[in-house]
C-alpha cells in the first residue's frame, strides 16, 4: 500500500481558510430529558432553542447543540474543562450519572473522569493545574469550565 504522506501538504493559498469550530451537534432521542440535564446538573444555560427540535448551550467554545433532528448512530464523546471536579462528580453521582471511569491523574498531569449522560453520551471532565498542561495543547485558557 503507498504512503499518503507527503498528499497533506498545507495550501499554496490559505483562502478560503477553515475558522475555529462553532457548533457540535448532540443527536437526542428525548430533547426535553436532555435539555433538563444538561441545565439541571452540569449548569449550562440555553442560548437559543427551536421548540422541539433542538437547544444551544453556550460551552465558552463550541456551541454545544443537543439536536431531536438528526439520526442516533451511537453516543458521543464531549469533553469539558472543569473546576472542583471532586464537587462536580460528587453531585453527579448523587442525582444518578453513572461514572464510567473514576477520576484519576492522567500522564498529560490533568485529573480525567468520564460520566454517561441520560442517552449514553460520554462526558469527560478534566481539571488541570493550569491551562498550558493539557495534553491536546494550550487552548484551555481560552475556554470557560462547566460552572463557570
Known amino acids: 500500500m503507498a504512503s499518503r504522506a507527503g498528499s497533506h501538504r498545507p495550501l499554496a493559498n490559505p483562502t478560503p481558510k477553515v475558522g475555529k ?25 440555553a442560548a437559543f432553542s427551536h421548540e422541539g427540535r433542538m437547544v444551544a448551550f453556550d460551552t465558552g467554545g463550541a456551541m454545544l447543540v ?8 451511537g453516543p ?3 469533553g469539558f474543562q ?9 453531585r453527579l453521582a448523587a442525582g ?7 477520576t484519576s491523574k492522567q500522564h498529560w498531569g490533568e485529573l480525567l473522569t468520564i460520566v454517561e449522560d441520560p442517552e449514553g453520551n460520554l462526558l469527560a471532565f478534566e481539571e488541570g493545574a493550569g491551562s498550558s498542561g493539557h495534553h491536546h495543547g494550550s487552548h484551555r485558557s481560552r475556554v470557560r469550565a462547566v460552572g463557570e
Open 96 to 102: 444518578g450519572t453513572p461514572v464510567v471511569t473514576p
Open 66 to 73: 443537543l439536536d431531536a433532528t438528526k439520526p442516533r448512530t
Open 21 to 45: 469550530l462553532d457548533e457540535v451537534h448532540v443527536p437526542v432521542l428525548d430533547l426535553a430529558r436532555m435539555r433538563e440535564y444538561y441545565e439541571v446538573q452540569l449548569g449550562f444555560r
Open 82 to 90: 472543569v473546576k472542583g471536579t471532586t464537587e462536580l462528580i460528587q
Open 76 to 78: 458521543a464523546y464531549l
